[in-house]
């Protein structure tokens, strides 16, 4: 049961999450077997949102860099993005989620472009939870097509260069109109980013833990925020 106060939970999470070849293997298991159990725990952390009243979550679910591995897992990571999106999209209306996408959405194969597209709009209307699925994306990526539709603008002579403030660029993100993570959360140990999220992390906690995402539980979520409610935040300042 989580016993931490309103006021000390995350407004928004978001999860890098890592380990769901490390979960197969160490099982004896193909690797989409663990991305299919990793998609379970997607579910558990929709669950546990909800249950707790934190309306931002955002996944890791498949990076620009993912691109580059071997084919046949790349199909079966398409294969269960397109089935995940059919089967949980009456659960999502059921529960409240509302779900946005960021990313290269252009590389996603035409038929789950459209699901997405559809399940897109079927949830606008959903406020307990906002799910967003990071999907072909790269912060670096993202960041450079800030700066070219900025410098369009500019070229145009739509914009000065004066005008060009922090938050006339986060204007120009895929996060535009979401608030930034509190706390970002990675499985499977390992002490890197790897180019999620990286201008809206700027002042995000951050929480490794040595769980395999398909582990991960409400024990480990709990644990998670627990850690983070006894921080002190002070954003630069004393």
Request: glycine share 6%; net charge neutral.
């Amino acid at each position: 049961m989580l016993t931490i106060p309103k006021e000390k939970l995350p407004v928004h999470i978001a999860c890098i999450m890592d380990g769901n070849g490390r979960w197969a293997h160490s099982r004896h298991l193909p690797r989409q077997a663990g991305h299919r159990a990793g998609a379970d725990t997607v579910e558990r952390c929709v669950d546990f949102c909800i249950d707790h009243d934190i309306p931002w979550l955002t996944l890791y679910a498949f990076s620009s860099e993912n691109w580059n591995r071997p084919k046949t897992e790349v199909h079966a990571l398409m294969l269960l993005l397109h089935e995940f999106l059919k089967k949980r999209l009456s659960q999502m209306q059921e529960k409240g989620v509302r779900l946005h996408a960021i990313g290269d959405l252009s590389r996603l194969p035409k038929r789950t472009q459209k699901l997405l597209q559809s399940s897109l709009e079927a949830t606008t209307g959903n406020t307990r939870l906002n799910l967003v699925l990071a999907l072909s994306y790269g912060s670096r990526a993202e960041i450079a097509a800030a700066a070219r539709k900025i410098a369009e603008k500019a070229s145009r002579g739509e914009l000065h260069p004066d005008a060009v403030t922090e938050d006339l660029f986060n204007q120009h993100l895929d996060t535009a109109g979401m608030p930034e993570p509190d706390l970002l959360i990675r499985t499977s140990g390992e002490m890197r980013v790897s180019n999620f999220l990286l201008w809206q992390i700027s002042y995000a906690e951050l929480y490794v833990t040595e769980t395999l995402w398909p582990d991960f539980s409400d024990r480990d979520m709990e644990a998670a925020l627990l850690d983070y409610s006894r921080r002190k935040r002070r954003f630069g300042a004393l």
